[in-house]
């Protein structure tokens, strides 16, 4: 109940250009039928983070659109600013005129354990306010969606129902505190089939920050090319260990290289958080700015 008052339905106008085919312009005029743009409507979810009107969403919700309403929990409407879009994360950060909102509490989402009870608030199939239930069935999930250079892909994995329209909702534990940002599903129809992905909330506040303070959003790079082990890998290597990032490269006068960090190197531990796989380096990574410093812990033998 407290986490769906800061829960918004975000609705968007957007224009598109369709191709109309005409036969005649072939068959008399000898030329291609050229698009025209008709406006569409869509729809999505958003969270309120201030009193004062800020809120989160997707970037995939309000991407193209010329006008963005913000209609929230007690039905009153406002007009929308755009602060900020990051594609890498699939994030944006929208603005209203407004205050006294109602705000969710963030919780700390490198703490959400497997199995632990989730929440996901929404807007699905245009059916405000909606809460359905499930639990953690995955961290740092890796699905390939977002189709951008140096995208960052460390998904929550849950089975909570998503469909369309909960995008850019809220993931919340059972205390009401957001965990994640729900952002895809896994399907072949295009409904909910049994899992769907979130944002870390961490990842987002950090993404957040930059566009209030910057306006884009500024990323952190180690300076390496790597890896992810797994025990053909291993094998071919002649390694023990068989999870974690195997460093193929470093970039001279990169950050990994002033730090000492060598090729053949495996990531274990990036500042007290467990690397296992790609994504959860570049989710430890992603979630600070350049210039920041951070404790990496490596394995230079390969052996456990």
Do not use: C
Not at 170 to 196: C, K, M, P, Q
Not at 258 to 270: F, L, P, R, T, Y
């Amino acid at each position: 109940e407290a986490s769906v008052e800061a829960v918004v339905h975000v609705k968007i106008t957007a224009e598109r250009a369709q191709n109309y085919y005409n036969p005649f312009n072939d068959l008399f005029f000898g030329r291609p039928s050229t698009p025209q743009k008709q406006e569409i409507q869509g729809s999505g979810s958003g969270v309120i983070l201030s009193s004062d009107g800020f809120i989160v969403t997707n970037n995939h919700v309000i991407n193209g659109a010329k006008e963005i309403t913000v209609v929230t929990a007690n039905n009153n409407e406002y007009e929308a600013v755009l602060i900020g879009t990051d594609p890498t994360t699939d994030i944006a950060l929208l603005k209203i005129d407004a205050e006294d909102l109602k705000t969710i509490v963030v919780a700390n989402s490198d703490a959400v354990r497997l199995g632990q009870w989730v929440l996901a608030v929404g807007n699905p199939f245009n059916l405000t306010s909606t809460v359905t239930a499930g639990i953690i069935s995955a961290k740092g999930r890796d699905i390939n969606i977002i189709d951008e250079q140096s995208a960052i892909e460390s998904f929550i994995q849950t089975d909570a129902a998503v469909n369309p329209g909960n995008s850019g909702g809220a993931l919340v534990n059972t205390g009401g505190e957001l965990v994640g940002i729900n952002t895809a599903i896994s399907s072949r129809s295009g409904s909910f089939e049994g899992y769907s992905f979130a944002v870390p909330a961490n990842l987002v506040m950090k993404v957040v920050g930059d566009l209030k303070e910057f306006g884009r959003v500024q990323r952190a790079f180690m300076g390496i090319n790597y890896n992810e082990l797994n025990a053909s890998l291993s094998e071919e290597l002649k390694l023990t260990i068989n999870s974690g990032v195997y460093v193929a490269n470093v970039i001279e006068g990169g950050a990994a290289d002033e730090a000492g960090i060598k090729k053949g190197d495996v990531i274990i531990n990036v500042d007290g958080k467990q690397v296992r796989t790609g994504a959860d380096l570049t989710e430890a990574i992603g979630s600070h700015r350049p210039g920041e410093q951070l404790n990496v812990l490596v394995n230079r033998n390969g052996i456990n």
